[in-house]
Each structure stands twice: as C-alpha cells, then as structure tokens.
C-alpha cells in the first residue's frame, strides 16, 4: 500500500498547529516556509525539532520533493502556481481571514476593522490561477468588537478556523468540489494601511478603528503628526498640542 504524502505551505503559529494536525494523519510531511523575525513563532523551528524536511525556497514543479496527495497553505507569502496546482490535481487549499469573495489579498482582518464592518471571518477556499478565487471549503463569521485589536481579532479568527483544519483536509481528500464564491469582491495589496498614518480627513469612529486595527505588538502602531497613537485619547492629545 502507497504511503500517504501531504506538503504544508505555511508560516506563523497557525501553520504551526495545521502542521502538528498533518504529521498525525499522513505518513510523509514536506514544509515550504519562510524565515521571521524572533516574535513570529518558527515552523522552521518546529520541523528541525521533528526531523521533517523543509525549504525556504518557494514551491514550484521542478523542487517539489514528491508527487502529493495533497498540499495546505496556512499564512504562506507566495503565490502557488499553477503547475504546482496541476501537480496535485486541484488537492489544494488555503485558509483565508476573511469572509470571500471579501478582502481578497492582504491585511484582510486589518481592514475589515478600519473599514468598520461588524463581523469579519474566515474562508477555507481551494486554490486557483488567480488570487483568493477558488471555491469555498468551509467559511465562518465572528463579530468584531469594539475592544478588538488586529492582535485580538487575528487570534480569534485563528483559533476558530484551526478548530475546522481536519475537516477542510477531509473535504479536500474526498474530492469534493466546494461552493463558488458569491456576492462582491474587493482587494488589498500587501501594505500597511495608509501607512499607518491618521488622516484629519477621517470621522472620529474610523480614526478609533484605524488605531485598534494598528495595534499588533512589536509591530508600528498608528501615528498621528509624526507621533505614536496607541488610543484616541492620544490622538486628541496630540491634536491639541499641535492647534
């Protein structure tokens, strides 16, 4: 009998966990990932630690280690192509922080939160030639809270779409062909949001949004008039200071 073969794509701690998910399922594991700094938890780490084989070169046909039954993309920063996708036969998915065919593309949690929206979500979708396309695996929503950061609310939508891991591999073994995505797309490229700077331009509810949505220690916070903004009551601080 053929041993089962799974490649993960991933980075951050929630490829961390997909990967403990794959090594207790398939017989091999193969890990493309990147490298971070010392706040992002080390998949690189993890593999060294477990004696499972990795690249930081980015998946493509010709460094793939084996044919696999199937390939996962946890917060992995490339683009899969679409050899790669033909390689393994469509057995491809990623998990998206957001409700698509919404926030397509990057910071999609960030701006669901500075655009104000009540709930944002999660999206277990296969993956296509284009980007954040493919049909729908499994999506959920959560509300987003008025004491929500983007740390909060990442860790949160995280946690929920972990719980559901298993059962997007389970789908994707099955063959099943998932639900086209429905309703208006939009887009956002890698980025920080306006660069994280405040405009005075903004209403007093999104320039609070806005300075949720930057906090995501050690990261940059928001600023406002070259200062660091970590609460609007810092913002009218400053703004009064400076009249």
Not at 117 to 133: F, K, Q, R
Request: glycine letters at 6%; one cysteine or more; a negative charge.
């Amino acid at each position: 009998m053929s041993s089962s073969k799974a490649i993960l794509c991933g980075y951050q701690w929630a490829s961390c966990k997909a990967f403990d998910e794959l090594l207790n399922r398939f017989d091999e594991v193969f890990v493309y990932t990147h490298t971070g700094p010392y706040f992002v938890p080390s998949l690189i780490a993890l593999c060294e630690e477990r004696g499972v084989p990795y690249s930081t070169d980015k998946i493509s046909l010709e460094n793939l280690p084996f044919r696999p039954d199937i390939i996962c993309s946890i917060y992995y920063r490339y683009i899969i192509n679409e050899a790669v996708i033909s390689a393994v036969n469509g057995r491809i998915f990623n998990l998206h922080p957001s409700l698509l065919p919404k926030y397509r593309g990057c910071s999609s949690l960030t701006w669901a939160m500075i655009n104000q929206e009540p709930e944002a979500g999660y999206t277990y979708h296969y993956i296509d030639a284009d980007c954040d396309t493919g049909n729908i695996i499994i999506q959920k929503s959560l509300s987003i809270n008025a004491w929500d950061t983007q740390q909060t609310l990442y860790q949160r939508a995280m946690e929920e779409a972990l719980t559901d891991f298993a059962d997007a591999v389970d789908y994707v073994m099955d063959g099943s062909p998932g639900q086209p995505q429905q309703g208006a797309a939009s887009y956002y490229p890698r980025g920080c949001p306006h660069d994280g700077v405040i405009s005075d331009e903004w209403s007093a509810d999104k320039i609070k949004a806005f300075i949720r949505a930057m906090i995501n220690p050690p990261l940059p916070v928001a600023t406002y008039r070259g200062h660091a903004v970590t609460s609007y009551q810092e913002y009218l601080q400053i703004k009064k200071r400076q009249k």
